[in-house]
């Protein structure tokens, strides 16, 4: 390629992720997703009352939960976990 100009530098490649730090990525992102289901579940009961369940007091206990969750790193998947379980309370509410 006569357009291609090198520097003279070795070119550095990444290395590949182990497959051990693959697991614990992982394992993170597991534990992350346990936590986020804990915290639908505290949500869940905590919107229970003696005559049925109250879905504002359900709703604002989740949204409380999704302000307080990282937006980066593995913990961030709590906001999908969120989202997903909520609406299927919500929907068995019914």
């Known amino acids: ?16 992720p182990s497959e051990l730090e693959t697991l614990k990525a992982r394992l993170a ?26 879905r504002q007091r359900f709703l604002r206990c989740v949204r409380e939960e999704g302000r307080d969750a990282p937006t980066d790193g593995p913990a961030s998947v709590r906001h999908t976990v969120f989202e997903q ?3 299927r309370v919500l929907r068995e509410a019914r």
């Open 1 to 16: 390629m006569a357009g291609d100009k090198r520097s003279g530098l070795p070119m550095l490649v990444p290395e590949p």
């Open 85 to 87: 379980e909520a609406r």
């Open 29 to 54: 992102v597991a534990e992350e997703r346990e936590q986020a289901m804990r915290l639908v579940l505290r949500a869940l009961t905590t919107s229970l009352r003696p005559f049925g369940f109250s």
